[in-house]
């Protein structure tokens, strides 16, 4: 098969099994689904549960296996450009069809070039690894059929995303992804603090994706063509202000995916959902998209400075702000979705430094170890039944294997040698240090992102720590229900790992989380790389002597006065509450009120009048024909007696 074939089939593919799970799982069982969450299953939705999970996994083992197809034979070169730092370039696109528009046609295209299959590899890889820890995660789950199916959508739209050639084609994948999105994070909708966050995550994003579809219409207009490519062979022609107006529309959609400041706060929220959703969504997939749009056009944005300088700065803010808030937070996902929202900053920061290969190849590393780490914690949290960490400790014991696989994604995540995460982070660092000399940020702003890069690297080795110490280590303070045994028969504690459709991909993920940035080792800083561990170290250091003081104390209280502050997130969403939503749900109310007491008043009034009308007319019509006869003959009479007088 040549790539022509395999690109198309690469999407379709998880697309197929998306329509399979939601139409044909359940035929010829009598159960239709919907069971809360905790109900037991039935014979029927454990046959459609079964049915729908060979849906999902054969259709995504085979998109797998075609993308790393697609990777052997164009990847390499990308490989290549990350090790010699060259900006990627958009390969020429394979045109399918075109729709006629009237003014600029739309090219149903799709390309295939080393960024794009990389990304195609990382997305398959993880979709695959989520739907195969899922059929034991949600074994007995009512719902499972629609929420596997719902993950192959959102597999189809991303790849959508990541193979498509022309923006608007890349446009309806990016709102097919938004809509996963919300049906996933609110698949336990009857909690309503599931359903909450799946509507503010659903809102904030599209919020977002207003700026986004504007931005892509003003590139389009401009290159006289939605095709990437055109797109990108016109920048050197276009004027400066249309490219900054442009990229700064397009950076409200990549802060609305990305959970970027300020339209960071739904993430953190859609937690509330399967936490392997966390994992592909939150870390790997969805929140990749908007670093990957800025790297796919990143010509556009280099043309433009000031868009540069606002991605710094927000880069520089979201990253230190959102460090801080995971070293406060006692649910353990919540730590991981801050630190997403901070490790995704870091790759926006490689990108305002004008190195579009650093921010790729961090995203490539931070999806392989961040999904480690939340599968990792969905383990953790499937055997505790809990998700607060001031409620676990002592589960080394219990789950050795998820102890040394999640210490591997840590380690990655702090920056540890030799793990992906220093390599790629050692070139995050690099390019933003030469950007204070390289003039392409304003030196205040290169100055703020380089300082804040630093401090983030000591915090993300404290809050790491403190998440793996409170989990792992210390005193046992989480209880496990253990059902009654037998009379006579001792009550044995539960150690039992999780089961092997859970641990498997655990355990592969680790291996990428260990080894994937060994493309980087020769062209490591050492300078960079000795400062990068040391201050992760420091923060280390500070947190386990802080623990070891205490250990049944959280370490989080060395914040001392700072510390709710930074576990409310600086209070940012009740700042978003008084500014925005108080006065639109004031707005609401004052428009339905003017609604219904105006505009439906009038109806009514309207309609009173008709029927009072109504009721004078009635009057005369009382079926008393005496009183018809007489009318008739006094109309009679009245009318000879005007033609007498008037005539």
């Known amino acids: 098969m040549t790539a022509n074939v395999i690109l198309p089939l690469v999407i379709v593919l998880p697309f197929l099994a998306a329509a399979a799970g939601l139409l044909l799982s359940r035929l010829g069982t ?14 029927g939705n454990r ?45 020429d696109p394979i045109t399918y069809g075109t729709i006629e528009t009237g003014a600029i046609p739309i090219s149903l295209s799709l390309q295939a070039d080393g960024l794009s299959v990389i990304l195609g590899v990382l997305v398959t890889l993880v979709a695959l690894a989520v739907q195969v820890y899922s059929v034991g995660y949600l074994k007995d789950d009512a719902r499972y059929p629609s929420y596997s199916a719902f993950i192959s959508l959102f597999t189809s ?62 590139l389009g207009a401009a290159a006289d063509s939605f095709r990437i490519v055109d797109v990108l062979a016109k920048v050197p022609e276009m004027s400066t202000g249309t490219l ?45 998209a908007g670093i990957f749009i800025v790297a796919r056009l990143f010509p556009a944005f280099l043309q433009a400075q000031p868009t540069l300088d606002v991605l710094a700065v ?14 406060a937070q006692d649910d353990l996902k919540r730590v991981l979705a801050y630190s997403t929202i901070s490790q995704l900053a870091f790759m926006a920061a490689a990108l305002a430094a004008g190195s579009s290969t650093a921010a790729i190849f961090h995203l490539i590393t931070h999806g392989a170890f961040k999904a480690l780490l939340f ?34 994604g840590f380690a990655a995540l702090i920056g540890l040698p030799p793990t992906s995460g220093f390599f790629s982070k050692d070139s995050v660092l690099l390019a933003v240090e030469q950007a204070m000399t390289g003039g392409r940020l304003t030196d205040a702003a290169a100055v703020l992102l380089y300082g804040c890069a630093l401090a983030t690297l000591v915090v993300t080795g404290a809050y790491s720590t403190r998440a793996w110490l409170r989990t792992f280590l210390g005193r046992p303070r989480a209880v496990i229900a253990l059902p009654e045994p037998p009379p006579g028969t001792a009550h044995v504690i539960d150690v039992r790992e999780a089961p092997l459709s859970m641990l498997l991909p655990v355990i592969l993920l680790a291996v990428p989380a260990m080894l994937l940035g060994l493309p980087g080792l020769g062209h490591l800083d050492a300078t960079v790389a000795v400062i990068s561990v040391a201050l992760a170290l420091l923060g280390v250091g500070i947190v386990y002597a802080v623990w070891r003081s205490d250990p049944a104390a959280d370490p989080a209280r060395m914040l001392g006065p700072f510390r709710v502050p930074c576990e409310q997130a600086f209070y940012l969403d009740r700042a978003y509450a008084v500014l925005f939503v108080r006065p639109v749900l004031a707005m609401a109310r004052l428009v339905a009120r003017a609604d219904s007491r ?21 009057l005369a019509q009382n079926g008393n024909v005496q009183l018809y006869v007489s009318g008739v003959l006094a109309g009679v009479l009245l009318i000879a007696v005007g033609a007498v007088m008037f005539t």
Not at 81 to 86: F, G, M, R, S, T
Not at 393 to 407: H, N, Q
């Open 30 to 43: 009598r159960e239709t689904g919907g069971g809360h969450p905790g109900a037991p299953a039935t014979e």
């Open 47 to 91: 046959r459609a549960n079964s049915r729908a999970a060979w849906f999902a996994i054969i259709p995504a083992a085979a998109a797998t296996v075609l993308a790393l197809w697609l990777a052997w034979h164009e990847g390499l070169s990308f490989l290549g450009q990350i090790e010699n730092d060259v900006p990627a370039r958009a390969a």
């Open 157 to 218: 739209a991303m790849l959508l995303v990541v193979y498509a050639g022309d923006l608007l084609v890349l446009y309806v994948g990016w709102e097919v992804m938004g809509l996963c999105s919300y049906l996933l994070i609110g698949h336990w909708w009857e909690d309503l603090g599931n359903s909450r966050a799946a509507i503010k995550a659903f809102l904030v994003t599209r919020l977002g994706d207003v700026g986004f579809l504007f931005g892509i219409f003003v």
């Open 244 to 288: 900054v107006a442009a990229t700064m529309l397009l950076l409200a959609g990549v802060a609305g995916k990305s959970a970027q400041v300020p339209l960071h706060t739904w993430l953190p929220d859609a937690m509330a959902g399967p936490t392997p959703i966390s994992a592909l969504i939150h870390a790997a997939t969805m929140v990749a």
């Open 314 to 327: 927000l880069a520089a803010l979201g990253m230190l702000g959102s460090a801080l808030a995971a070293l």
């Open 375 to 408: 599968l990792a914690a969905g383990v953790v949290i499937h055997h505790v039944g809990v998700n607060y960490m001031s409620q676990m400790g002592g589960l080394r014991r219990e789950l050795p294997v998820t102890f040394v696989t999640m210490g591997v």
């Open 598 to 618: 105006v505009v439906d008043g009038a109806v009514r009034e309207s309609g009173r009048s008709v029927v009072g009308a109504s009721g004078l007319l009635r």
